[in-house]
């Protein structure tokens, strides 16, 4: 089985400046990776993904996440956030191999961009 | 095109209705499911259509009747549903190849009076 811990909740963060969204998993076999956004009101966008490879993974809107295999961390970054990507973030992990269903996600952190 | 359509956008219904949500994608996709996503939590799972077959139910009350007509299609069925199932109930559906990785429609927020 596997899990995911978001470590943060909530992260504020001023507009233009960095963020990081920190995520962890726990999983005895090997995982592809999801980062999902989802903007109020609405359903899971798919911002990025890894699947293997080389593990700086860049995705949609200008963010990116370094999987870090001997840490089990995926983390989530923008080097300059704006207003609209105040949003809650999902990770999620699946199990590799033949077309796993099951997406365990962590309980989501809330980004709030502040002008 | 990466789209997932659901309807209604948003329902009303007593608990003595049967009234039922709707889900279509076009992408040629072979797995499709339905999750309940109550607000300020994750999504949990409810059921997976795999080739219009069902391959999971996460120990869904009857009330939640699942349909898929289709590859394309996917329904809901609801009826004698309880204020407690209030919820935005999100589709998704996945290629069943590679990752795997699920597209998810903009839901149906469900309130249950």
């Known amino acids: 089985a596997q899990s995911v811990t978001q470590l943060d909740s909530q992260v504020p963060v001023f507009e233009e400046a960095p963020v990081e969204l920190r995520c962890n998993y726990s999983s005895s076999v090997s995982v592809y990776l999801f980062w999902y956004v989802q903007y109020p009101n609405q359903g899971l966008q798919l911002l990025l993904k890894?699947?293997?490879?080389?593990?700086l993974v860049k995705g949609i809107n200008g963010f990116e996440a370094e999987f870090n295999k001997s840490q089990t961390s995926f983390h989530l970054r923008k080097p300059s956030v704006h207003i609209s990507d105040t949003a809650e973030y999902f990770c999620a992990v699946s199990e590799s191999g033949a077309g796993s269903y099951q997406l365990t996600f962590g309980k989501g952190t809330k980004l709030s961009v502040i002008p | 095109d990466t789209e997932v359509t659901q309807t209604p956008k948003h329902l009303v219904m007593g608990m003595t209705n049967k009234k039922s949500l709707k889900c279509e994608q076009h992408m040629g996709h072979r797995a499709m499911y339905w999750y309940k996503q109550k607000a300020k939590k994750p999504p949990e799972l409810m059921f997976v259509?795999?080739?219009?077959?069902?391959?999971i139910n996460e120990s869904v009350p009857s009330r939640f009747s699942p349909e898929c007509p289709n590859s394309s299609l996917l329904n809901l069925h609801l009826h004698a549903l309880q204020p407690e199932d209030s919820a935005l109930y999100l589709c998704?559906?996945?290629?069943?190849?590679?990752?795997?990785?699920?597209?998810f429609g903009p839901g149906t927020r469900l309130t249950v009076t």
């Open positions: 259509y795999s080739y219009e077959k069902l391959s």
């Open positions: 998704a559906s996945s290629s069943r190849q590679g990752a795997n990785e699920q597209y």
């Open positions: 890894y699947l293997s490879g080389s593990t």
